[in-house]
T-cell receptor
Framework: DGGITQSPKYLFRKEGQNVTLSCEQN?????MYWYRQDPGQGLRLIYY???????QKGDIAEGYSVSREKKESFPLTVTSAQKNPTAFYLC????????????FGNGTRLTVT | AQKVTQAQTEISVVEKEDVTLDCVYE???????LFWYKQPPSGELVFLIR??????QNEISGRYSWNFQKSTSSFNFTITASQVVDSAVYFC???????????????FGQGTTLQVKP
């Protein structure tokens, strides 16, 4: 079955440490996205990529970094510069057109203490 | 600017009641797309429906129905005879502004948490 896999489901880190969240898709989608979800704030876009080796900042990119070396993979690194990293992170992919629905992974819940 | 507003933060109903989730959007585009997603406790967002701005016909799928009204910039979602399994967070979303950059990004509302009690 095609889909998006995010790992791990839960992640705990100490403040000051960088952490990388994994996202893999086998839907052959060109575009991939990272969203952050906080209670009462909906989903906010962190980074997105329309094609391999290219990506753009979303609305809240500060303190995050990404790479897109393969079509199937779009890992997100939460750096120590992110002031409030504890959140639920969702990865998505799509055909990349305006009428394309996003397909989401199960998410990673990151807790930084 | 584009914006999606879901004014209802939480709704609680008893099983078999009908419930409507409101969604109001703002956009300057004449062509745009609206979406509804369901997020069950497992966390994954599940795509429910897409509607384009030229199609104002209401959509019905089983117990789910959607009412799109351009005149009021609303795209409301009704669940008929709600069930406990409908308990989830529901998000309304709007396609990004048109133009040269078609990236497939969506602008999401804040979400409405629906609790259906037995």
């Amino acid at each position: 079955d095609g889909g998006i896999t995010q790992s791990p489901k839960y992640l705990f880190r100490k403040e000051g440490q960088n952490v990388t969240l994994s996202c893999e898709q086998n839907l052959n989608h060109d575009a991939m996205y990272w969203y952050r979800q906080d209670p009462g704030q909906g989903l906010r876009l962190i980074y997105y990529s329309q094609i391999v080796n290219d990506f753009q900042k979303g609305d809240i990119a500060e303190g995050y970094s990404v790479s897109r070396e393969k079509k199937e993979s779009f890992p997100l690194t939460v750096t120590s510069a992110q002031k409030n990293p504890t959140a639920f992170y969702l990865c998505a992919s799509s055909m990349g057109r305006r009428n394309s629905p996003l397909h989401f992974g199960n998410g990673t819940r990151l807790t930084v203490t | 600017a584009q914006k999606v507003t879901q004014a209802q933060t939480e709704i609680s109903v008893v099983e078999k009641e009908d419930v409507t989730l409101d969604c109001v959007y703002e956009t300057r585009d004449t062509t745009y797309y609206l979406f509804w997603y369901k997020q069950p406790p497992s966390g994954e967002l599940v795509f429910l429906i897409r509607r384009n701005s030229f199609d104002e016909q209401n959509e019905i799928s089983g117990r789910y129905s959607w009412n799109f009204q351009k005149s009021t910039s609303s795209f409301n979602f009704t669940i008929t005879a709600s069930q406990v399994v409908d308990s989830a967070v529901y998000f309304c979303a709007l396609s990004e502004a048109g133009g040269s950059s078609n990236t497939g990004k969506l602008i999401f509302g804040q979400g409405t948490t629906l609790q259906v009690k037995p």
